[in-house]
């Protein structure tokens, strides 16, 4: 279920992207020409820093493809699925390590 969600919420972006991508191209009715453009910069800045930190954060741990990285600026924290399930069980594994050191 939580994927079927992230995927639809996937969708609803990359509708969002289409919509950004035709303001630029043709003229939206209303003020949705001027509106959608600087909407989409602010959101394309706000997750290519996300994907810096993120890239960041792991570093220590595993090296985040360039695939991944786009998909993270094209998507944001929904894109972020695999790189979530990588650090969970780098978490998991540190957990039964300091388990299994306690008598």
């Keep these: 279920m939580k994927r079927v969600f992230n995927l639809l919420a996937m969708g609803l972006i990359l ?14 009715p209303g003020k949705l020409n001027g509106f959608l453009p ?10 290519w820093l996300q994907a810096s930190m993120i890239k960041a954060a792991c570093k220590r741990y595993f090296a985040v493809t360039k695939a991944e990285f786009v998909t993270v600026l094209i998507f944001g924290v929904f894109g972020m699925v695999d790189i979530r399930q990588r650090l969970q069980e780098i978490v998991n594994a540190a957990q039964r390590g300091n388990l299994s050191d306690k008598p």
């Design 15 to 28: 509708f969002f992207w289409f919509g950004v991508l035709v303001s630029l191209i043709a003229p939206l």
């Design 38 to 47: 600087v909407c989409g910069v602010i959101v394309a800045l706000l997750h």
